[in-house]
């Protein structure tokens, strides 16, 4: 919205240079990243106090480790908060022509309303019981069928395409054609869950996603490049550089929420929040063509996911637990380590991993 009242209106018309920075996109990413972060830092205290005063608070479930019932009636549902944060400067600052720019916020939305529907059942009923699972995937699925057959109508007019890349192999890349579809399906469920399931410790789930942004923030400026792009040997896709103020967007929502969910936590973000962030984070991977890159930025979050898959496998077929709790981070917590020390060990292996992905750019 700034941007076209700025540079396409104001900028032609009065001349003024300062004006002129508006159309340069790391402008607008700082920009972009500076307002989420001033919005969440000023709304915070308000969100906190009216969900206190709605006596909107954490239901925390009985079989959980025990040191966290004390957080019970914790004020949740801050996912409203990043969300606005998130959403608003990505509105203020990006370029509104830009269909993609538009994909990525309404499918952050879409997963949202999920994640609120959820939220809000559980506090209604007073258990940590929302939506029934089948109906929350069912509806975690439609919404990815629709981001799916959207690329596929984009690619039929040559506005995008569904080759899969390889981070190690970037001579490999078939052709999935109208496979994509079931593919981008399953990145968007597959990443929304396992924030979701990262999301269990105060700050712990917001910090290693704002890793994960930053580095996809990198990630979509360097595709949108022309020379960055060619000396990368990545797919150059220009339009593809306007997710670079979205992801900005999500790093300083990230930090502003960050500043009240650190341990201890005075809120939670909810499924509203750790549902609309995996699906952020997926939709940019599948927009900007790292989708596989994501098993490696998003590193903690598939440790998370493949602990509770091996916990249930495990248990199922032979009545043994691997861990002594899933998802891996309450299992830190029962062999002794305390709640911060688990929070910066994680967040020390999310900046690992995805300082390794940015590594493995020039790999071939």
């Given at each position: 919205?700034?941007?076209?009242l700025l540079y396409q209106f104001v900028y032609p018309h009065t001349h003024l240079s300062a004006l002129n920075v508006t159309r340069y996109i790391t402008f607008r990413t700082a920009a972009a990243s500076l307002s989420a972060l001033a919005i969440s830092l000023a709304l915070g ?5 009216k969900l206190h005063e709605f006596q909107i608070g954490q239901v925390i479930r009985a079989e959980g480790p025990t040191t966290h019932r004390p957080k019970a009636g914790t004020p949740t549902m801050g996912g409203l908060l990043i969300l606005t944060a998130a959403l608003v400067p ?275």
């Amino acid at each position: 919205m700034l941007y076209h009242l700025l540079y396409q209106f104001v900028y032609p018309h009065t001349h003024l240079s300062a004006l002129n920075v508006t159309r340069y996109i790391t402008f607008r990413t700082a920009a972009a990243s500076l307002s989420a972060l001033a919005i969440s830092l000023a709304l915070g205290p308000w969100m906190i106090a009216k969900l206190h005063e709605f006596q909107i608070g954490q239901v925390i479930r009985a079989e959980g480790p025990t040191t966290h019932r004390p957080k019970a009636g914790t004020p949740t549902m801050g996912g409203l908060l990043i969300l606005t944060a998130a959403l608003v400067p990505t509105l203020l600052w990006a370029d509104l022509t830009n269909v993609y720019v538009w994909i990525a916020a309404l499918t952050t939305a879409a997963y949202g309303g999920v994640g609120f529907a959820d939220d809000y059942l559980k506090i209604v009923r007073r258990t940590h019981h929302g939506l029934l699972p089948r109906y929350k995937m069912l509806y975690q699925i439609l919404i990815g069928v629709a981001v799916g057959v959207t690329l596929l109508i984009l690619q039929h007019y040559s506005l995008y395409n569904t080759r899969l890349i390889f981070p190690f192999f970037k001579n490999l890349v078939p052709e999935l054609g109208w496979w994509y579809l079931p593919f981008a399906v399953f990145v968007l469920v597959a990443v929304s869950n396992s924030v979701n399931l990262t999301d269990g410790l105060d700050g712990l789930a917001i910090s290693t996603f704002a890793i994960a942004a930053a580095a996809y923030t990198a990630l979509a400026y360097v595709t949108g490049h022309r020379v960055f792009a060619e000396y990368l040997l990545l797919v150059r896709f220009p339009p593809a550089a306007e997710l670079t103020i979205f992801c900005g967007s999500l790093v300083g929502a990230s930090l502003g929420f960050l500043w009240y969910n650190s341990y201890p936590a005075e809120i939670f973000m909810g499924d509203v929040g750790s549902l609309a962030l995996g699906a952020a984070l997926g939709t940019v991977a599948i927009l900007i063509k790292q989708e596989l890159l994501l098993g490696i930025v998003g590193g903690v979050f598939v440790l998370e996911a493949l602990s509770v898959i091996i916990q249930v496998a495990s248990f199922k077929l032979t009545g043994q637990r691997v861990f002594r709790m899933a998802p891996l981070h309450h299992h830190f917590e029962l062999i002794g380590w305390s709640e911060p020390k688990v929070i910066t060990r994680f967040v020390i292996v999310g900046i690992v991993f995805a300082l390794f992905s940015l590594a493995t750019l020039k790999l071939r």
